[in-house]
């Protein structure tokens, strides 16, 4: 969707639209998933100081899980990028991003290993 050209190898006007809006928009998804970037990374928020990251351009490097940022923040972005043209599609990217989360999370939470208390 970022880079979509027309035939004479132009971008699109809605194209340029999304490439000036998607930073702030990765910067949201970046807040709405950097709860389960520290859980699949194994960060308890509680115990440091955490801030999340920010970006200001599409240039810029993410700290984010690879299984996060060619995912679930991956239909997040076409989630928020079409939903207000076409709220359909907006829906359906919507619903793959929530079942990309919530199974990224399930997975994670299944590869977690727990220490072992020998109890006499």
């Excluded at 998607?22 to 115990?47: H, S, W």
């Amino acid at each position: 969707m970022l880079s979509e050209n027309d035939e004479y190898g132009q971008a699109k006007p809605d194209t340029a639209v999304f490439r000036s809006s998607a930073p702030a928009l990765i910067n949201t998804l970046i807040v709405m998933l950097d709860e389960l970037d520290c859980y699949v990374k194994g960060i308890r928020i509680n115990d440091t100081v955490h801030v999340p990251q920010t970006i200001h351009s599409l240039d810029d490097e993410l700290y984010t899980h690879p299984r996060l940022c060619m995912g679930a923040m991956v239909l997040g972005l076409c989630y928020m990028l079409i939903n207000e043209e076409n709220e359909k599609r907006g829906a359906m990217f919507y619903a793959l991003f929530r079942d990309e989360s919530e199974n990224i999370r399930r997975i994670f939470r299944v590869a977690k290993h727990r220490s072992v208390k020998n109890v006499y």
